[in-house]
């Protein structure tokens, strides 16, 4: 049984990881920005760098799930810059409290978006970065952990995949669209996506915080990515809708800006290398299993 402190505990990932970690007896402590309600909360306020490190004292391992979704808006300067605060400086300000009190996991937020567009090429964690404003973003991002590593600490870098539940995130957003028969190719539909459900998700964390076998860059994706072609034929299967439609890169960079080239015209065509060789067994093999899960019932993980 470990003692987790868990940052970003309120969102759809960390929600459902606090879930999982309490159904397994293991404890959870939230680390919060408002005043803590119960003994289980912990404040900090990552912005002017307070937090008491001393409170991580009895703490096994430490999580940080913190950032402003990249899709929250279009993208001004401020708004991405937004994104590089919400995640840079929170994962110093907990970097420098596990140094200082000795825990000695953490498990840090990233993503698929550090390998830049990969076009058809397959990569693991073993490639380095790609271009382009969410390729420099991860690299700083995971570079803000360096105190900690520093340390001693098992540093483990999470770089996550679009992540699939029918309670929140993309799918949630897509499922009402399809539904009314606009589910659509983006672009090409030739880009890659490379997919997780939120089950699976889930239990890779959980893996990344007991197996000390993980450490350094893991890709939390599925086994198999797919096209956006593949995917949105896929999405239409799921749930019954016919999916003739395509929205043209032009339009989708003409509404979104520079979102929608670094967001969903490109992709990354990444596997999950260092998760199978630590024997972790995926539930959801193939986009098809995820998507009738998701669309079957409410994940619980």
């Not at 825990?103 to 978006?113: D, H, I, K, T």
Request: net charge negative; glycine share 12%.
């Amino acid at each position: 049984m470990a003692n987790v402190a868990i940052a970003g505990s309120s969102g759809l990932i960390g929600s459902a990881l606090v879930y999982a970690l309490r159904a397994t007896d293991h404890q959870v402590v939230r680390i919060v920005r408002r005043a803590p309600s119960n003994t289980d909360e912990l404040h900090w306020n990552p912005d002017s760098g307070e937090f008491d490190s001393a409170a991580l004292a009895d703490v096994d391992a430490v999580v940080n799930l913190c950032g402003v979704s990249i899709g929250g808006a279009r993208w001004s300067g401020a708004f991405k810059q937004s994104l590089r605060d919400s995640r840079i400086t929170p994962t110093e300000v907990l970097a420098t409290a596990v140094a200082e009190a000795g825990v000695p996991v953490l498990v840090n937020a990233s993503a698929v978006g550090y390998y830049g567009d990969t076009r058809d090429r397959i990569v693991d964690e073993t490639n380095g970065p790609g271009d382009g404003f969410l390729a420099r973003l991860c690299v700083d991002w995971e570079a803000a952990t360096a105190v900690a590593e520093d340390a001693g600490a098992r540093v483990v870098h999470v770089r996550s995949g679009l992540v699939l539940s029918p309670g929140g995130g993309m799918l949630g957003r897509l499922k009402p669209l399809f539904g009314l028969g606009l589910g659509a190719r983006l672009g090409s539909g030739r880009q890659y996506m490379p997919w997780i459900s939120l089950e699976d998700e889930v239990r890779a964390l959980v893996s990344t915080i007991v197996n000390d076998a993980l450490v350094g860059p893991v890709n939390l994706t599925g086994p198999a990515p797919v096209t956006n072609a593949e995917f949105t034929t896929a999405v239409g299967r799921a749930l019954h809708r016919p999916t003739p439609l395509a929205v043209p890169a032009f339009a989708l960079r003409a509404g979104l800006g520079e979102f929608a080239q670094e967001g969903l015209l490109i992709g990354q065509r990444a596997i999950p290398a260092a998760l199978e060789r630590s024997g972790f067994q995926f539930r959801h093999n193939t986009i098809g299993e995820a998507l009738s899960s998701a669309t079957a019932r409410g994940d619980q993980a």
